[in-house]
Each structure stands twice: as structure tokens, then as C-alpha cells.
């Protein structure tokens, strides 16, 4: 379950990037500019200091 929403994130990322590259409205570009964030953060996981 872990992976597939991972995946879903990266995917909903580009289908958002491209309507908002293709269309031009700039809300489309956000939601995957922060679908792709979430995406990276799934990925590598927050660090835990060593402090």
C-alpha cells in the first residue's frame, strides 16, 4: 500500500504539471509542484538528527 501511494503521487504530479503547462492555469502547476514535493518526501523520508 506504501508504494502505490507513492506512485500515485508521482503520477497525479505529472498529469498536473502537463494540464497546467498545456492549459496554462497556474493552479494545475501548484498541485504539482506540491503532488511532486510530497512525492521526494515519501521517497527519501524526513532525517532523523543525530544530536
Known sequence: MKHLITI?????A???????????FV???ILGIVCEGAFW???F???KSST
Open 45 to 47: 523520508g524526513k532525517r
Open 8 to 12: 500515485a503521487l508521482l503520477l497525479a
Open 41 to 43: 518526501l515519501r521517497v
Open 14 to 24: 505529472i498529469v498536473f504539471i502537463a494540464m497546467g503547462s498545456a492549459s496554462g
Open 27 to 29: 493552479v494545475f502547476l
